[in-house]
């Protein structure tokens, strides 16, 4: 396995309040993960927790305040000339959440997938451009035709299909899906995910599927990332993190997915779940005022990764002291 | 956690019908949806995107707004039916008796005025209420949803997404109403806060009895929260029968393909299929049954016949296979 992207140290802040004010927001705090080629890691977590800063940074569309993130071995910050910008675009383009406002209303659907051949594959002819983008209308599971139509004349399913399409016309190595499915009906929702696995295993994609709903990222992932405050509280395979799950706040998130299938857990009866405080963060574990198995460690030492089985860490003291996995909910 | 369910009902509506009154003509949202809600009772409302529950909700809360409008059908609530009545007389009912919850938190407090002065004006536009009943009571139901009544002071954009829905529940609760209306309630929410608000929902109903009509696109999140479930399908009922029942059992073929739907975080990685096609767009529905085009199991008659509610055991199912006993429990 080819590792293709990534970050090291990755920290994003934002400066808060008017011009006089300290205050800064640690939207991101130093992120280290990877992605390896044709795999689908999810990044999880409530909203707020930093997912779509992560996937803003990769986009390159905010820059990092510290860290780096490295494409194919090599440091982004690095990337000067149009060229090269406009190459790692194409290579690493993004899928959007909302189908209604990311297409443009006044052209026909064809004209996004055209002008991104026209920009990033300029060897192509008008007529292999319009083959082009029939081919990936195909691969997406759109008729060539629907080339024609307007955005207001398709559904949800299919206009995010068509971002899917614009993205993959592109011929990318990552694709950057920031909720793709959530703003769709849940009946067309496994259309779009078994379209994800279907990019990978096809045309050999990796994504970066960043959601809240664990259920859909373990039906399309490898791997999970869980975000908590703008930290990364927990990662490996996704089967093994969700069957062992290392870290209180992995295990309040899996006790709190309604499963019809399963008897009510009454365990998150107790947590209120408010979110964490980031702006100008003290040392210590962001959960720690949630968590019950918090210790002394926990509110003076920020807890980093740890490998506690192979691939899997977590930034968990407790976690890290026992061997055992202990369970805070379940 | 099932509640008592005694057999006084609170609701009844029947045959309602709403029309959303259009250039291009009448279309109608609500096709003559009848149920009842007894007293204390859970009753939970799924369906996709323009399936035209909340429009039911509206309707029941006698909230439509031009151009939609009832065409036809009766809402009884607590003997009386609501259809047709004044802003005055509705205003003796809503709040005191009857209570909804929006959406979204966020735009529907008011963003400029503190939760206790929202609290306020609540109290005062249906009853009489020195200042001192109403700080002690907007003190007791934010207590009761579990907020420190510090925050009567505070103001909307001061609270947390879940506070804020919470708040708007304690709202909800001023007058102890029999029948509260809940639209999405949590759809705003990430899955921890949505567990604890719909526990926290569930508790204030035990400890105060009154009714819930729950509507969601997610069904997973009522299964184990409510009695009754009705399934809405292109303005129509699809399936309406006790929760756990459905849930174990479903009978009609789009309730199936719902529940099929769901990956599952526990248990063996299935590929699923999902229900092929979109819902239809309510000005151009389908012939026959409304749901045939998107159906597995679709019959040619299908397309020709319109299925009735059929009676299946103790529920009440819209698919014609069930109807001549073709295809039985």
């Not at chain 1, 440091?75 to 000339?81: D, F, Q």
């Not at chain 1, 024609?148 to 694709?175: D, H, N, T």
């Not at chain 2, 009772?41 to 029941?60: D, H, P, Q, R």
Request: charge should be neutral; hydrophobic fraction near 40%.
């Amino acid at each position: 396995m080819t590792e293709l992207l990534r970050t090291e140290h990755l920290t994003r802040h934002f400066k808060i309040g008017g011009t006089m004010s300290r205050r800064t927001l640690h939207a991101v705090d130093d992120v280290s993960f990877g992605i390896n080629e044709r795999e689908i890691v999810a990044l999880a977590g409530e909203s707020g927790s930093g997912k779509s800063t992560i996937a803003r940074m990769l986009a390159r569309i905010y820059r990092p305040t510290s860290g780096e993130i490295y494409f194919e071995g090599k440091p982004l910050s690095r990337i000067r000339s149009r060229r090269d910008q406009l190459r790692y675009s194409g290579l690493v383009p993004m899928v959007f959440q909302d189908p209604f406002g990311s297409i443009n209303p006044v052209f026909r659907v064809q004209h996004g997938v055209l002008r991104c051949l026209k920009l990033h594959r300029p060897e192509l002819s008008a007529k292999q451009r319009l083959d082009e983008a029939a081919r990936v209308f195909g691969v997406v599971g759109l008729n060539a035709d629907m080339l024609q139509r307007f955005p207001y004349e398709l559904s949800g399913g299919q206009r995010q299909r068509v971002g899917f399409a614009q993205a993959l016309a592109m011929r990318p190595k990552l694709i950057l899906a920031d909720e793709p499915v959530s703003m769709l009906d849940v009946s067309i929702r496994i259309g779009l995910l078994n379209l994800m696995t279907k990019l990978r295993d096809e045309e050999g994609v990796s994504i970066l599927y960043i959601t809240h709903d664990i259920a859909s990222a373990r039906y399309v992932a490898d791997r999970l990332v869980v975000m908590y405050a703008g930290q990364i509280a927990e990662t490996g395979p996704i089967e093994d993190v969700l069957a062992h799950p290392r870290h209180p706040y992995t295990q309040l998130l899996l006790s709190a997915v309604p499963d019809p299938r399963a008897p009510l857990s009454v365990a998150a009866e107790t947590d209120r779940g408010d979110p964490p405080k980031v702006i100008d963060p003290a040392p210590g574990c962001r959960f720690r005022w949630r968590c019950p198995l918090a210790i002394d460690t926990c509110a003076q030492i920020t807890p980093e990764l740890a490998e506690l089985s192979p691939g899997h860490d977590a930034a968990c003291h407790v976690a890290q002291t026992t061997a055992e996995e202990v369970k805070a909910f379940s | 956690m099932q509640s008592r369910v005694p057999d006084t009902p609170v609701l009844e509506v029947s045959g309602l019908s709403v029309d959303y009154l259009l250039d291009r003509g009448a279309v109608r949202a609500v096709d003559d949806v009848s149920f009842t809600v007894s007293r204390g009772e859970f009753l939970g409302i799924v369906g996709e995107s323009g399936c035209g529950k909340s429009t039911l909700l509206f309707a029941v809360a006698q909230l439509l707004a031009p151009p939609a409008m009832i065409a036809a059908g009766s809402v009884t609530f607590d003997g009386a039916n609501l259809v047709g009545l004044t802003d005055g007389q509705l205003s003796a009912i809503r709040w005191r008796d009857m209570s909804v919850v929006m959406q979204s938190a966020m735009n529907a407090l008011n963003p400029v005025k503190t939760i206790g002065a929202q609290f306020k004006d609540a109290m005062r536009a249906h009853g009489k209420h020195t200042s001192e009943e109403v700080t002690a009571r907007s003190a007791e139901v934010l207590r009761m949803v579990g907020i420190d009544p510090v925050h009567l002071r505070s103001y909307p954009h001061q609270l947390s997404g879940g506070m804020r829905q919470r708040s708007m529940i304690a709202m909800a609760m001023l007058f102890t109403p029999d029948l509260v209306i809940m639209d999405e309630p949590t759809s705003a929410l990430d899955v921890v806060a949505q567990r604890s608000l719909m526990v926290q929902i569930k508790d204030l109903q035990q400890a105060f009895g009154f009714a819930v009509i729950f509507v969601t696109h997610d069904m997973s999140l009522i299964s184990h929260f409510s009695d009754q479930l009705m399934v809405m399908y292109a303005g129509q009922v699809d399936e309406l029968g006790a929760t756990r029942t459905i849930f174990d059992r479903p009978r009609h073929p789009y309730t199936q393909g719902l529940l099929e739907a769901f990956p599952s975080i526990r248990g063996p990685r299935v590929p699923l299929k999902g229900i092929p096609g979109h819902p239809p767009d309510l000005s151009a529905i389908p012939t026959g049954c409304r749901f045939h085009p998107r159906c597995p199991h679709a019959l040619d008659r299908c397309a020709e016949v319109e299925p009735d509610l059929y009676p299946l055991d103790d529920e009440l199912v819209r698919c014609l296979r069930l109807a001549d006993g073709s295809l039985s429990s």
